[in-house]
C-alpha cells in the first residue's frame, strides 16, 4: 500500500502553468501505475493522466499537448506539469496508484486547481 499526498495547485489565469505534485510513502512505489484524476463541481470524476512503471504515459484527450505526467522513482513522487491551463480545467486535482487491479485503489487527499479567465 502507498499513502498520497498531493501539493502544487493554486489560482492562476488562463494560459499559466502549475506543477503539481504527489509524494507516495511505502514499499514497491515503481512498481505502481499512478494516475492523476480530476473533479470539477457536478462532474463526475475523470482520468486525466497515468504514468505506468515502465514510465510510460497515457492521457485524456482534453489535456494531450498541454499536460506532462512524470516520475522520478527515486523520489517517489509522480509530477503533472500543466501547460496553457483554460478556465475548464479548473477542479479538485487527486493523486492516485494501483498496482495489479484495473481500478484505482489509493487517493490522494485532493488539491485544487483554479484557472481564471
Known amino acids: 500500500q502507498v499513502q498520497l499526498v498531493e501539493s502544487g495547485g493554486g489560482l492562476v489565469q488562463a494560459g499559466g502553468s502549475l506543477r503539481l505534485s504527489c509524494a507516495a510513502s511505502g514499499s514497491s512505489f515503481s512498481i505502481y501505475t499512478m494516475g492523476w484524476h480530476r473533479q470539477a463541481p457536478g462532474k463526475q470524476r475523470e482520468l486525466v493522466a497515468a504514468i505506468r512503471s515502465d514510465a510510460s504515459p497515457t492521457y485524456a484527450d482534453s489535456v494531450k499537448g498541454r499536460f506532462t505526467i512524470s516520475r522520478d522513482n527515486a523520489k517517489n513522487t509522480v509530477y503533472l506539469q500543466m501547460n496553457g491551463l483554460k478556465p475548464e480545467d479548473t477542479a479538485i486535482y487527486y493523486c492516485?496508484?494501483?498496482?495489479?487491479?484495473?481500478?484505482?485503489?489509493?487517493w490522494g487527499q485532493g488539491t485544487q486547481v483554479t484557472v481564471s479567465p
Open positions: 492516485s496508484a494501483r498496482r495489479y487491479s484495473r481500478n484505482y485503489t489509493n
